[in-house]
C-alpha cells in the first residue's frame, strides 16, 4: 500500500470554497470526497476517479482536474502533496 498524498490548499481555494459552502448544500459532501480522492490516489492510477492531466497548464495554475458532480477541481502534486488551487461549477467560464 501506498503512503497518501497530504492536502493543502491556496487563499484563492479558500476563497471559493467558503462562497461554495454558504449557497451550495451539496458542496461540503462534495469537498470531503474530493479530499479523501486527492489524499489517496492524485494521479488516478486506479482510474476510479474522473481526474484528467491538463495539457499546456503550467506548473502553479492547477495542472490535474478532479470533476465530482458538477464541481471541478484543479490542483497541483510535488512530490507527496496535493495543493488545491480552484473549484468552481461546471460551465462556460469555469478556468477564466
Known sequence: MTPSFSVRTTPRFE???RDFLRGHSDFSALLDSALEILKADPYNRSR???IKKLVAVPAGEGQW???LS????R???HEREVV???CG???EATYR
Do not use: C, Q
Request: proline share 0%; net charge positive.
Open 15 to 17: 476563497r471559493l470554497a
Open 48 to 50: 476510479t476517479h474522473h
Open 65 to 67: 482536474r478532479l470533476s
Open 70 to 73: 458538477r464541481y471541478r477541481f
Open 75 to 77: 490542483y497541483d502534486i
Open 84 to 86: 488545491l488551487h480552484y
Open 89 to 91: 461549477l461546471r460551465r
